[in-house]
């Protein structure tokens, strides 16, 4: 479990980057974040704050929930 | 928006404590977090991190994105 939530944000956040052929460093300038950090949300390895991800769901206009649930299967 | 995570958060937990008839005191030990801590989470003050939010969780036995939901309405 712990950890679970930043994973399902990276997976859901690399699925809705790739779906739209953007690279890594497109969407790290979109968010204004360093295209290394941007790597290591998009790998699951950033603890972010809630606001955070307020932040970056609402910049891409998504739901900031949609982007924490895990999306893996279906 | 901003902020709306960590208000949803404190408002769950809130109806979660009182539902039990838990002094804030009891849910901090708990928690095991300080009690003015544990005050300005349900008042959604404090930006947690996603794993904080999932130690929480998993303490109560709780969904992360159930605690994260607006539930106000319903």
């Known amino acids: 479990m712990d950890g679970q939530l930043q994973r399902n944000l990276g997976a859901n956040l690399r699925k809705w980057r790739t779906k739209r052929q953007l690279s890594q460093e497109a969407l790290a300038d979109v968010l204004a974040v360093h295209r290394t950090y941007m790597g290591g949300i998009e790998r699951g390895e950033r603890n972010l704050t809630l606001r955070s991800v ?3 769901a609402e910049t ?3 739901d900031p929930l949609e982007l924490l649930r895990d999306q893996s299967s279906g």
Do not use: D, K
């Open 54 to 56: 307020e932040q970056i």
């Open 60 to 62: 891409l206009h998504l």
